[in-house]
């Protein structure tokens, strides 16, 4: 069940919520998902209730078609659709620290040292945009006309907005990580390294390849 369309529901993480352990805490995963992205559901579908004209647009439509509308129901929809989309790609981007392959796979792995000069090289420069997000947002590897990038976003802005494919992204809004790594963003980034499912990402670039 993908769930693209009004109305939207909160659908299970693909893992237990203790999966991520010891890396992202257990507690951490059920305030996340049961509590933030429910938040960013609700709104979006109460804003869509009261837009029967905008109910059949997916998900990834009404956050492209947000800035069309009148300014305070386009933010309303722009922000929250954002939310739906980002935390559901960044929790499908995650796996238990046993099945991660612990680095790039396949056709992204060959790409990202061609762009980087190895994994090392571009692990650094990752974290390096995750910890120069001011405030909240995301730090994101995508594939832009062809190409690897590593970008950031502020809030719940998207990837698509700047007409961007995304491969992994990292949210680093402070509760995403607050209970276990307080306001050390450095070591939550590094934990979060042992949960990236490589092989979804690897789907995702190989996708974003053939759009």
């Not at 109305?7 to 951490?28: A, Q, W």
């Not at 995650?94 to 994994?119: C, H, Q, V, W």
């Not at 571009?122 to 594939?143: E, H, P, Q, T």
């Not at 970008?151 to 276990?180: F, R, S």
Request: net charge negative; aromatic share 14%.
């Amino acid at each position: 069940m993908r769930n693209n369309y009004y109305p939207f529901v909160n659908l299970p993480l693909p893992y237990p919520y203790d999966e991520l352990e010891p890396y992202i805490d257990t507690k951490t995963m059920e305030l996340h998902h049961d509590r933030h992205l429910q938040t960013y559901i609700n709104n979006l579908n109460d804003a869509l209730k009261e837009c029967p004209e905008l109910q059949d647009l997916s998900l990834e439509q009404l956050i492209m078609n947000s800035y069309r509308l009148p300014e305070d129901i386009g933010t309303k929809i722009h922000n929250n659709a954002g939310g739906v989309y980002n935390h559901r790609f960044f929790f499908a981007g995650m796996e238990n620290p046993n099945d991660s392959a612990g680095m790039p796979i396949g056709r992204l792995a060959a790409e990202i040292i061609k762009t980087y000069g190895g994994f090392d090289n571009f692990r650094d420069a990752f974290k390096k945009a995750a910890l120069s997000v001011f405030g909240s947002g995301y730090a994101w590897l995508v594939v832009c006309r062809g190409k690897l990038k590593i970008i950031t976003t502020a809030n719940q802005n998207t990837p698509l907005e700047m007409g961007m494919c995304p491969v992994i992204a990292l949210d680093v809004w402070e509760h995403a990580y607050y209970l276990k790594h307080y306001n050390v963003r450095a070591d939550y980034i590094d934990d979060w390294f042992n949960v990236v499912n490589w092989t979804k990402a690897e789907k995702n670039y190989l996708k974003c390849l053939g759009r």
